[in-house]
């Protein structure tokens, strides 16, 4: 299969997902207590699941193609070129759908700053988020 058909493949697989982390989410805002929940399979739509936004924070990480390549080469003995491919190009959709959705996207590097960047991003998407009906 080629690079696209693989991150399209998780893109799939991300979606028939999608309930399952729902129902986690769910359970937390229900009863505690807070959780992080981070890993590949999570998509900026799910974020529409959960009216209660004030509560529930998203923010999609992505890099350069280049620098998940030396990503895999650090952690692993040969480089995977088309494993870094199919990363970037599964995280590049993720990111124009993050952007659709008004989910912050910031990227990876450098980390040194991370902490900061995630926070100015989410700070920027809250204040382009429009009041629930609730709180106008």
Known sequence: KSPDAVARGLLETARALQPAIAAVVSTHL???PPV??????LL???MALFP???RVR???LWDEEAQILANFAHREADRQ???ARISYLFGQELRVLAERHGVATVQAQPWASITARVEAGCAEIAL?????RSEV
């Open 81 to 83: 070129r088309e494993r």
């Open 128 to 132: 382009r988020t429009p009041p629930r």
């Open 58 to 60: 998203a923010v999609f």
């Open 52 to 54: 209660e936004r004030e």
């Open 36 to 41: 992080i929940v981070e890993g590949d399979y």
């Open 44 to 46: 900026p739509s799910g």
């Open 30 to 32: 229900d009863f505690g």
